[in-house]
């Protein structure tokens, strides 16, 4: 252990659409919405993480609120930056620190990344501080945090269903043999709600509202065995303009939703027609790990099982597993550099 080594801090970040999480000594110390608040005067980052979701479609015109990543990569080259780099600072173990450590990080991206996409991540993380970046695929640090040994010559199928993209890979050996990125995820299902509010009760919602109406009542089927009690939403009504409440239920977000559910559906039938037989074999005894917050969808996973004929189990804390994964990459460089992108 060099000197160097003394002064290096390790983190794994989880660089997410909606979320961005980071864990530094084992532990999740940043959780936080992947938002940036701006003031369009200055130029100046205001807030980000909690602080700026909670400005989200309440800002005045002098502020501007940004998801930095758009579908999983990179889209506002330099808020991500400034993000990153504040929830960095914002890691009490770093706080303490005289001057900032040298960073070694490993950070996953989504399977379907372009170079290009693969280079901003990188370069971001750079500026950042990191000596030694790594990066890891979405799915393969989701089946690292659920527990599956992933260098077996066992194949495994991984559905990490984030904010922008859902990722579906096929796992053997330490690596991806086939895998499809669609991008039917969180957001879209958000959207979803969004207009079936439009158009079926007149009401005009925003995103925090119909990201808590997904959260408290959304369902992927409408035959749930515990179904949530029906909510009440404010929003503004698009006829008279007045403000307005209405009631409605999980089965009306369940129509609502059932398009988008349908083309993830698809998405996993496919890559079980990719999938060689040997392989095949081995997903038909272990069954499909769900991962990522889009998981949490009630009844999603009776209904991607009923599909399939496969067993379909969710992971425990499915919002933290890549992350979790991407710690333990972290941890053992050793066993998982096959996996690693320098």
């Given at each position: 252990?060099?000197?160097?080594?003394?002064?290096?801090?390790?983190?794994?970040?989880?660089?997410?659409?909606?979320?961005?999480?980071?864990?530094?000594?084992?532990?999740?110390?940043?959780?936080?919405?992947?938002?940036?608040?701006?003031?369009?005067?200055?130029?100046?980052?205001?807030?980000?993480?909690?602080?700026?979701?909670?400005?989200?479609?309440?800002?005045?015109?002098?502020?501007?609120?940004?998801?930095?990543?758009?579908?999983?990569?990179?889209?506002?080259?330099?808020?991500?930056?400034?993000?990153?780099?504040?929830?960095?600072?914002?890691?009490?173990?770093?706080?303490?620190?005289?001057?900032?450590?040298?960073?070694?990080?490993?950070?996953?991206?989504?399977?379907?990344?372009?170079?290009?996409?693969?280079?901003?991540?990188?370069?971001?993380?750079?500026?950042?501080?990191?000596?030694?970046?790594?990066?890891?695929?979405?799915?393969?640090?989701?089946?690292?945090?659920?527990?599956?040994?992933?260098?077996?010559?066992?194949?495994?199928?991984?559905?990490?269903?984030?904010?922008?993209?859902?990722?579906?890979?096929?796992?053997?050996?330490?690596?991806?043999?086939?895998?499809?990125?669609?991008?039917?995820?969180?957001?879209?299902?958000?959207?979803?709600?969004?207009?079936?509010?439009?158009?079926?009760?007149?009401?005009?919602?925003?995103?925090?509202?119909?990201?808590?109406?997904?959260?408290?009542?959304?369902?992927?089927?409408?035959?749930?065995?515990?179904?949530?009690?029906?909510?009440?939403?404010?929003?503004?009504?698009?006829?008279?303009?007045?403000?307005?409440?209405?009631?409605?239920?999980?089965?009306?977000?369940?129509?609502?939703?059932?398009?988008?559910?349908?083309r993830v559906e698809d998405a996993v039938m496919e890559t079980l027609s990719q999938t060689p037989p040997e392989l095949?074999?081995?997903?038909?005894?272990?069954?499909?790990?769900?991962?990522?917050?889009?998981?949490?969808?009630?009844?999603?996973?009776?209904?991607?099982?009923?599909?399939?004929?496969?067993?379909?189990?969710?992971?425990?804390d499915p919002l933290r597993a890549v992350v979790r994964g991407t710690g333990i990459a972290l941890k053992n460089l050793?066993?998982?550099?096959?996996?690693?992108?320098?």
């Amino acid at each position: 252990m060099g000197f160097f080594d003394f002064l290096t801090e390790e983190i794994a970040i989880d660089l997410g659409t909606a979320n961005t999480l980071i864990i530094h000594n084992d532990k999740v110390v940043v959780d936080s919405p992947s938002i940036v608040a701006r003031d369009r005067i200055t130029g100046k980052i205001i807030a980000v993480g909690r602080e700026a979701n909670q400005m989200q479609g309440k800002t005045h015109e002098n502020i501007k609120t940004i998801r930095p990543l758009k579908d999983g990569v990179i889209a506002d080259f330099d808020a991500s930056e400034k993000m990153i780099n504040m929830f960095i600072k914002n890691i009490p173990a770093l706080k303490k620190k005289w001057f900032p450590p040298a960073l070694r990080m490993v950070i996953c991206i989504p399977s379907g990344i372009t170079e290009v996409e693969m280079r901003a991540v990188k370069e971001s993380a750079e500026r950042v501080n990191g000596k030694e970046v790594y990066l890891i695929h979405e799915p393969m640090a989701a089946a690292i945090g659920i527990g599956l040994d992933i260098m077996q010559p066992k194949g495994n199928m991984i559905v990490d269903i984030g904010g922008g993209t859902t990722e579906i890979a096929v796992i053997a050996l330490g690596g991806i043999v086939c895998d499809k990125s669609v991008k039917i995820a969180g957001d879209v299902f958000t959207n979803d709600i969004i207009y079936y509010m439009r158009t079926q009760h007149n009401l005009y919602v925003g995103e925090t509202t119909a990201e808590n109406i997904k959260i408290k009542i959304g369902s992927a089927t409408e035959d749930l065995q515990s179904p949530p009690d029906e909510m009440s939403v404010q929003g503004r009504d698009l006829l008279t303009g007045k403000p307005k409440q209405v009631q409605i239920t999980f089965r009306e977000i369940a129509k609502a939703l059932d398009k988008s559910i349908l083309r993830v559906e698809d998405a996993v039938m496919e890559t079980l027609s990719q999938t060689p037989p040997e392989l095949a074999a081995d997903i038909y005894n272990t069954g499909i790990y769900l991962a990522g917050g889009g998981s949490m969808l009630r009844g999603l996973d009776r209904r991607l099982s009923q599909k399939t004929d496969l067993p379909v189990y969710i992971a425990e804390d499915p919002l933290r597993a890549v992350v979790r994964g991407t710690g333990i990459a972290l941890k053992n460089l050793e066993r998982y550099k096959s996996i690693l992108i320098k």
